[in-house]
C-alpha cells in the first residue's frame, strides 16, 4: 500500500508542470538554482513525469492532480488584469528577449 503524507497530514492535491521545451532554455546559472545536475533528455524527461503523474492520479484522483499550464490559463481567463503583470515577470526570471511578451 503506498501512503504518502506531508509533515502535517495525509496529501490530499498536488499541482505539477508537465516537462516542455522550456527545459531547453535552462542556463548553468539557472540549473543548479533549479537542482539540474546533469543534461536532461526531454523525451525520456517527459516519460517519466507521465508515470509520475499517473501514480498521483491513481492515489488522490484526477481532479486533485492540477497541472500548471491549465491553472495558468484559467487564471488568464478569470483575471485579465494580471496577464501582462505575469508574463512580464516570466519573462524576467527566464531572461527572455522583452520581444518574446505576446498578449
Partial sequence: MINVNSEIG???KVI????????????????????????????????EHDVFR???????????????????????IASPDIKEELIDKVVDYEELPSYTKTF
Fill in 10 to 12: 495525509t496529501l490530499q
Fill in 54 to 76: 499517473d501514480v498521483l492520479t491513481a492515489m488522490l484522483g484526477k481532479e486533485n492532480v492540477l497541472e500548471t499550464q491549465q491553472l495558468v490559463e484559467e487564471a488568464f
Fill in 16 to 47: 505539477i508542470h508537465s516537462p516542455d521545451d522550456g527545459i531547453a532554455r535552462i542556463s548553468p546559472k539557472k540549473a543548479e538554482e533549479l537542482l539540474f545536475d546533469d543534461i536532461v533528455h526531454l523525451p525520456h524527461m517527459k516519460e
